[in-house]
């Protein structure tokens, strides 16, 4: 717009089929200059979603609608000096929309998909700690399991876990430091699990792993 914008609105977006998450914007950071058609225009990025698909097809991205306080000049004539100077103007509201886009999820590959996958896409390490290997009966021992790396981290599920049946177990205590940013979501999700030996011996916790799709490769 070659206007000056004093105020807008946007329409409530809904993402059907996607995972939404709005990023935060830093006003001053998101001001860039663009030469349209030979003019010079200021760019303002008004609204930054990061869209996670969840399921594959082509999928709608909605049009965006915003309702603006516009400053407009009036072309009639005025006798006044401060008119004559800086100029005649007055508040206007307008409303315009972008155009929705299209776009083509593709399906995950089934070839060879590992029995323990359940949807985790990106690149991702696992890392398996307990705070003790030597304890008493009925002395707890919590055990602490955490993927991290950049992707879907906010959808995963906990990997799959099998506690000695001596052992009482506690569902996990979930904890998220994921950061979402343009481009993509990155951090850690960890499960901690709280187990009690009931018997005295020696055990051990069977392997744990965690599948995901790694777009990259």
């Known amino acids: 717009l070659n206007v000056n914008v004093l105020d807008y609105d946007f329409n409530n977006l809904v993402f059907n089929g996607f995972y939404a998450e709005d990023l935060k914007l830093d006003g001053n950071a998101n001001v860039t200059t663009e030469v349209i058609n030979g003019r010079q225009f200021q760019v303002h990025t008004l ?3 990061l869209l996670t698909p969840q399921k594959s097809g082509t999928l709608e991205i909605p049009s965006l609608e915003s309702e603006m306080v516009i400053r407009v000049r009036q072309d009639r004539r005025s006798r006044s000096l401060f008119d004559q100077v800086f ?6 509201k307008i409303n315009i929309s ?3 886009e299209k776009v083509n999820v593709k399906t995950l590959p089934r070839t060879d998909q590992p029995g323990d996958f359940t949807g985790a896409v990106g690149n991702f390490t696992l890392k398996v700690n307990t ?4 304890v008493s009966i009925n002395e707890a021992i919590n055990v602490t399991i955490e993927v991290s790396g950049n992707g879907n981290l906010e959808l995963i599920s906990p990997p799959t876990v099998e506690f000695p049946s001596d052992f009482e ?21 960890s499960y901690e699990y709280v187990i009690i030996p009931r018997f005295a011996g020696e055990y051990a916790l069977k392997p744990i792993s965690f599948s995901y799709f790694d777009p990259e490769a």
Not at 131 to 134: F, G, L, P, Q, R
Not at 175 to 182: F, L, M, Y
């Open 169 to 189: 177990s506690y569902d996990p205590k979930v904890k998220n430091n994921v950061s979402p940013s343009a481009s993509g979501s990155r951090g850690s999700k």
């Open 87 to 92: 100029g005649n103007y007055k508040n206007a």
């Open 131 to 134: 705070d003790h290997n030597e």
């Open 98 to 100: 972008s155009n929705p």
């Open 47 to 49: 609204k930054q979603t």
